[in-house]
């Protein structure tokens, strides 16, 4: 992957913090790309890929979005949230998980496609 095309982000910010895995779907990247460059500002990722092997997807029936380099979890908060939220359904983004109460506040975005084990476009809290 040419990391190069994804000006507003790095290879080490999506790396699996488990094993150091970088399996980051460049379609997925593009689409985030674009996110950001319409959002206007810096977006910290706290996690991007997550090989089978990390604990939160081993202990998951199947392993979810982080997995296949389809998701990143953003930490924002507020208002800023809410106009992330807003701009990754304009950029066809068809998961959004919103943890906005405690310490680690943050919008996880994925893009996996609608099936009967995981249907699409949908919202869901932590």
Request: glycine share 10%; proline share 6%; charged share 25%.
């Amino acid at each position: 992957m040419n990391w190069q095309n994804y000006p507003n982000f790095s290879a080490v910010e999506f790396r699996c913090k488990h094993t150091g895995s970088l399996r980051m779907n460049e379609g997925f990247m593009a689409r985030l790309q674009a996110l950001r460059t319409d959002y206007g500002k810096p977006m910290a990722i706290s996690s991007g890929y997550r090989d089978k092997t990390h604990p939160i997807e081993a202990a998951k029936d199947e392993p979810g979005a982080h997995s296949t380099g389809h998701a990143c979890d953003v930490l924002i908060r507020g208002g800023d949230a809410l106009k992330l939220i807003a701009l990754a359904v304009k950029h066809g983004f068809t998961g959004i998980g919103v943890k906005q109460k405690g310490s680690s506040r943050f919008i996880h975005l994925d893009d996996l496609p609608h099936d009967s084990r995981r249907p699409r476009p949908t919202v869901w809290s932590y």
